[in-house]
């Protein structure tokens, strides 16, 4: 059983808010479904399931439904169950297909005799055109594909070595070679596998690798099926940017050019393309920033940046047939550089960190820039054996007086100045740090009189 993080994540939702609904968003294939029955079940073993793509009836009862009421028969209707208050839970999925849902779910939380869990692909672009959000009766949380550490527990990696290898993150010690061969081990069977609870399930199942790239590629299918079937304004050049992809981040600096769409392309008029494509969960942008400062955001350049896939799997799959074979021998003529940034891209943004990279003509180019407790932390994710060889790195710590950066690299744990070398799969540790507390209080004594 492939266990995923989010699931303690929605169980204690549901423990501390019992007026409000949640709602799962993702890509498809990431595994919403499966995880939403799982808890769900935990919640309530005859929890009562709705899918808005399969049942059209379902669809058309919260488009024509007067009140709470009828809504809530037609669902005991449908779901050929008794609905019981204060104990039931109840699944909505597909809610793309229903748009009218989202402005309901407020009137039926609020009615207050039924927990609701909603599910549904696509959603980041198709909540856009919904006017009517129930702010305050919903919480939203996203799910990605397996991350490193989901990958390494699915294949049997136990706490105790997890929490050796983040003692080890945190303390800035070496792990033991024993563990540090094995993680290395897994971390290149992840650039093959990924992270689709499909493609990983199959692999645990089989180990057959071409039966994971039958899955892969079937996702890739399913994508550019969503590219055609969500995309009534015709935009342009969708499925030809998402083919593009790999060969893009096969050249020397890994950017998307617009001249390999179109010579006369420009930015503007695709930029709702490359939009969608994040929305949609299906792509990663790494936006290119003027300046390594905090606030990073305030120096990005949209229409600079970097494209990967949202699984470093799919990607390892639009390339040529015959690449895993060549990932498992290391062998040289792959650009590996392109295919690390994939994982260290994934690992970081299912750890809330948005994605940047530096480039400057003087000083170099960072392949990733992330904010950490007030500070600015420069990354590099080195594949070969040259990897203290950073000039951008140097110049930047030297220029912006840094406090640190940190190299992720096959080697193990090394410190050198203000310079940590960790071994790439501890990539799995770096988290976004959550904002504490702050408690303010303005003294208007004197004010009131």
């Excluded at 839970?89 to 009137?107: N, P």
């Excluded at 790239?213 to 996702?219: E, G, L, S």
């Excluded at 990005?300 to 047939?321: C, H, I, N």
């Excluded at 943004?349 to 820039?369: I, M, Q, S």
Aim: glycine content about 6%; charged content about 25%; some cysteine.
């Amino acid at each position: 059983m492939i266990a995923r993080t989010v699931e303690k994540q929605m169980e204690l939702f549901f423990k501390e808010n019992r007026n409000k609904a949640l709602l799962i968003t993702g890509a498809r294939q990431t595994g919403k479904t499966f995880s939403i029955r799982r808890v769900a079940g935990r919640l309530d073993p005859d929890f009562v399931e709705l899918n808005f793509l399969e049942n059209r009836d379902a669809r058309d009862l919260f488009s024509t439904a007067q009140d709470n009421k009828s809504i809530l028969l037609s669902i005991s209707v449908l779901s050929q169950k008794d609905l019981r208050p204060g104990e039931t839970v109840i699944f909505l999925d597909e809610i793309q297909e229903c748009r009218e849902i989202l402005t309901a779910i407020k009137f039926l939380v609020e009615e207050g005799s039924y927990r609701y869990i909603l599910s549904g692909s696509l959603l980041g672009v198709e909540i856009k055109n919904i006017r009517s959000m129930p702010v305050g009766y919903m919480g939203i949380m996203e799910m990605f594909p397996l991350d490193f550490e989901e990958f390494c527990r699915a294949n049997g990696v136990g706490d105790r070595v997890i929490t050796h290898v983040f003692d080890s993150f945190s303390q800035k010690k070496p792990v033991t070679e024993a563990v540090h061969q094995k993680m290395l081990q897994l971390f290149w069977l992840y650039l093959i596998v990924g992270g689709m609870p499909e493609a990983v399930r199959v692999y645990l199942e089989t180990n057959n690798l071409r039966e994971v790239y039958n899955v892969q590629k079937y996702i890739c299918e399913l994508y550019k099926q969503d590219i055609a079937k969500y995309d009534p304004e015709k935009r342009l050049y969708l499925s030809e940017i998402f083919d593009l992809i790999p060969s893009e981040l096969n050249s020397q600096n890994k950017r998307f050019i617009m001249k390999n769409l179109n010579e006369r392309a420009v930015f503007s008029r695709y930029e709702n393309s490359f939009l969608w494509l994040r929305d949609a969960g299906v792509a990663l942008p790494v936006y290119c920033v003027d300046e390594p400062k905090s606030p990073l955001v305030l120096s990005k350049a949209t229409s600079l940046f970097k494209l990967f896939p949202a699984d470093v799997g799919l990607l390892a799959s639009m390339y040529a047939e015959g690449i895993q074979v060549k990932v498992l021998k290391h062998e040289n003529d792959i650009n590996f550089g392109a295919i690390f940034e994939n994982a260290a891209a994934q690992e970081l943004h299912c750890h809330g960190f948005p994605l940047y990279y530096y480039r400057n003509k003087k000083l170099g180019e960072l392949d990733f820039v992330i904010e950490q407790g007030g500070s600015v932390i420069p990354l590099e994710i080195k594949s070969g054996k040259t990897y203290k060889r950073h000039s951008a790195i140097s110049n930047v710590l030297e220029t912006y007086k840094m406090p640190e950066a940190y190299v992720f690299c096959l080697d193990q744990l090394s410190v050198r100045g203000q310079v940590t070398y960790y071994p790439v799969y501890m990539l799995m540790c770096l988290r976004r740090e959550e904002m504490q507390d702050l408690v303010y209080k303005i003294d208007l004594s004197g004010l009131g009189e």
